[in-house]
């Protein structure tokens, strides 16, 4: 099963940027479920004076999702793909908001430190997940949050078998019509291959997170999609909206 990492990825999602924000239209829930994770930061007092870090932002949904749920933080968008990127920035974002080109792998620690990051379809897309997951504990600041919104299966054998059909019957069709067919398989196939959510959990857990949980979406994506919510493990950190 070969999946498209690195250039090949990116170039992919440059080709793919022009029809991205159609195609997640169609998809029931896409929206609410990005939001519904970016409010499980719980990023107190609207976000005000705090700095948040979208990694993989793409066209901006996550980074809207961010800005809705935390109205007044600071977000640093960052992405590989030029041609995601360019369709983020066209749309209308405060002055807090600002949009880097950069692969998640690289984020130096100038950019930080912040206080979240939000992370939302990008894990199983990265070559090696625990680099990224080193790398964002350095980012944050003692205390930090991490949330992660991803594809990533319950383990039950119904939900890989829903997955698959979905794949074939809609979103491997849908995204041929579009001429991105093998952005798409490579959805299908990375999705199979990624962690299941216990085994990302666990992940998390041995890359130093602490308070890990995994929460599940509503909707047809549940058992497929997961959003995991963690701290880096310091005291002293943001203190949570009640
Ligand atoms: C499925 S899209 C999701 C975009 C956005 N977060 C959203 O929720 O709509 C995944 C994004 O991750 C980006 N991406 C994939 N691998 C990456 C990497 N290693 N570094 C930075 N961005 C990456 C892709 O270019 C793409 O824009």
Redesign the pocket.
């Known amino acids: 099963m070969t999946l498209l990492r690195?250039r090949e990825?990116?170039s992919a999602?440059d080709d793919a940027?022009r029809a991205?924000d159609l195609l997640?239209a169609l998809n029931p829930g896409?929206t609410a479920d990005?939001l519904r994770s970016a409010r499980r930061l719980r990023l107190p007092g609207g976000g005000a004076g705090l700095r948040v870090l979208?990694?993989?932002?793409?066209?901006?949904?996550?980074?809207r999702?961010l800005l809705r749920a935390a109205p007044h933080a600071s977000v640093t968008a960052?992405?590989?793909?030029a041609g995601?990127?360019a369709r983020a920035r066209a749309k209308p974002w405060p002055a807090r908001v600002c949009f880097r080109q950069?692969?998640?792998?690289?984020v130096a620690e100038e950019e930080g430190p912040f206080d979240a990051v939000f992370?939302?379809?990008?894990f199983r897309?990265?070559?090696d997940p625990d680099e990224?997951l080193a790398s964002v504990r350095h980012l944050l600041r003692p205390g930090g949050r991490l949330a992660v919104?991803e594809y990533s299966l319950s383990g039950g054998a119904a939900h890989r078998a829903l997955w698959t059909a979905v794949c074939r019957g809609v979103i491997v069709p849908a995204g041929t019509l579009t001429g991105d067919g093998g952005l798409y398989r490579h959805?299908w196939r990375s999705v199979l291959a990624f962690d299941t959510a216990p085994a990302f959990a666990g992940r998390l857990a041995r890359a130093g997170f602490t308070g890990v949980r995994v929460l599940p979406v509503a909707g047809w994506q549940t058992g497929l999609v997961h959003t995991f919510v963690a701290g880096n493990g310091s005291v002293g950190g943001v203190r949570e909206a009640r």
Do not use: K, Q, W
């Open positions: 690195d990825l990116a999602f940027a991205y997640t896409y990005l979208d990694l993989g932002c793409g066209t901006g949904a996550s980074t999702a960052v992405d590989a793909s995601m990127l950069l692969a998640a792998e690289r992370a939302g379809y990008l897309n990265v070559t990224v919104h959805l």
